[in-house]
């Protein structure tokens, strides 16, 4: 097998050696798709352009995003929204989106995930929250751009980035947690509810999280336990090469977290490409250009810290301690009896295949301090993963049940 240290420089290697074909490609795409070029006019060119334009998108290394949220509209005003950042950690910043000259509305936590893609995964959630609320997300930072000497980035430290957040932001702020951190907020919220923090968060939203992956699992949560620990710590961990900030830090590369996405629904993305590829002979640029937004955001990864990483494939998929009531911080017990005012809301999608049916809906079961009043559970039909925090079911079903649980627990 690969030697973990030699993981990633192969694959800059692999990077490093399909370049030619990249700008060739690209090259080609300009000169067959160019007005002054009568190839431009004709079929064979527009195929020509289209077969140059999938080789470079599948050969290209993406970059993070920008979120480009610059405004959005309430009561039937536009406003302008700036975006920018109010706290910062070593592995992460926490970005708020001002809303000028609106200074009501919740403050709203939204709590990213830190699972290979970037925070502007979430860009359709932040933007269907801004009409309604005073937004602040986490803006994990990606491994490799971290120095060595900085030190190590783990589950007590997310957990302990959290408090330190909604401390910053202060009373009667509101949460939400999409996908893997639902498991990191909660043990934050039971903390900081123990502790008697008086900036312990009003409200949780819990979408499409692993609190309980014993519950309907699916084909992540059977690949995270189907081999011991030893075995991801060998084989997919990887040293960070020497042409990145974080040269020699141990990570869990973004590359093989999408090849792992891409892998488990390849037939949808061949299909998508394929039709990138007649959209592109049609003409039809609308769909052509809504096809490469999704994927230059879908395709951008970030590395996630190996500690981080296997902690959480141990505690949270394999040993599933929160809901066992042994999972642990800083050598203390989580409790989830200790939330007793932080209303829950769980919302989960009916075609999800990363996080199943029960998996989340689970933090209701296991808050027993909180009365019934306070917790509440959407199954979005119709949906799957993504279409839980992104798209129009997102913003017309779960956008208002959302807010209307934020309303209902402001202090």
């Known amino acids: 097998m690969l030697e973990n240290t030699a993981l990633y420089s192969l694959y800059e290697m692999q990077q490093a050696s399909v370049t030619p074909l990249r700008i060739f490609a690209n090259a080609s795409k300009q000169i067959t798709s160019s007005p002054f070029s009568p190839w431009s006019y004709t079929g064979v060119g527009r195929t020509l352009m289209a077969g140059f334009e999938l080789?470079?998108?599948?050969?290209?290394?993406?970059?993070?995003?920008?979120?480009g949220l610059t405004s959005t509209v309430i009561d039937g005003k536009e406003i302008e929204v700036t975006d920018e950042v109010v706290a910062e950690k070593t592995f992460c910043q926490l970005r708020h989106f001002k809303r000028k000259g609106v200074k009501d509305g919740p403050k709203l936590l939204i709590?990213?995930?830190?699972?290979?893609?970037?925070?502007?995964?979430?860009?359709?959630?932040?933007?269907?929250?801004?009409?309604?609320?005073?937004?602040?997300?986490?803006?994990?930072?990606?491994?490799?751009?971290?120095?060595?000497?900085?030190?190590?980035?783990?589950?007590?430290?997310?957990?302990?980035?959290?408090?330190?957040?909604?401390?910053?932001?202060?009373?009667?702020?509101?949460t939400m947690a999409v996908c893997q951190p639902a498991v990191p907020l909660y043990a934050a919220v039971a903390i900081m509810s123990e502790d008697k923090n008086p900036c312990t968060p009003s409200s949780m939203t819990l979408m499409g999280g692993p609190i309980d992956t014993r519950k309907a699992p699916t084909q992540v949560n059977q690949l995270a336990t189907e081999r011991p620990l030893e075995w991801f710590e060998t084989h997919v961990i990887s040293r960070v090469p020497m042409n990145y900030p974080g040269f020699m830090r141990r990570?869990?590369?973004?590359?093989?977290?999408?090849?792992?996405?891409?892998?488990?629904?390849?037939?949808?993305?061949?299909?998508?490409?394929l039709k990138l590829f007649n959209h592109l002979i049609e003409g039809d640029g609308e769909s052509a250009e809504a096809h490469r937004k999704f994927y230059d955001e879908y395709l951008?990864?970030?590395?996630?810290?190996?500690?981080?990483?296997?902690?959480?494939?141990?505690?949270?998929?394999?040993?599933?301690?929160?809901?066992?009531?042994?999972?642990?911080?800083?050598?203390?017990?989580?409790?989830?009896?200790?939330?007793?005012?932080?209303?829950?809301?769980?919302?989960?999608?009916?075609?999800d295949d990363i996080s199943g049916i029960g998996q989340t809906k689970a933090a209701l079961k296991i808050s027993t301090g909180l009365s019934d009043s306070k917790k509440r559970y959407h199954l979005q039909k119709g949906v799957g993963h993504y279409g839980i925090f992104n798209g129009r079911k997102y913003r017309e079903f779960i956008v208002p049940v959302i807010m209307e649980h934020i309303k209902k627990n402001a202090r």
């Open 300 to 351: 951008s990864v970030a590395d996630l810290p190996a500690e981080f990483y296997l902690q959480t494939i141990e505690k949270v998929f394999q040993k599933q301690l929160l809901p066992r009531g042994k999972f642990n911080y800083a050598d203390r017990i989580v409790n989830p009896g200790a939330i007793n005012k932080t209303g829950i809301l769980c919302v989960e999608g009916e075609r």
């Open 251 to 273: 990570v869990y590369p973004g590359f093989l977290q999408l090849t792992g996405f891409m892998t488990m629904n390849l037939d949808r993305h061949v299909g998508e490409h």
């Open 55 to 67: 080789i470079e998108r599948v050969t290209k290394k993406y970059g993070k995003p920008e979120f």
């Open 111 to 174: 709590v990213a995930p830190m699972s290979g893609h970037h925070a502007t995964l979430l860009r359709g959630t932040v933007e269907g929250l801004l009409p309604h609320a005073d937004v602040y997300i986490t803006d994990w930072i990606d491994g490799k751009e971290v120095p060595f000497y900085l030190g190590n980035f783990n589950l007590d430290d997310y957990i302990s980035y959290l408090i330190e957040f909604l401390q910053f932001l202060g009373p009667d702020t509101h």
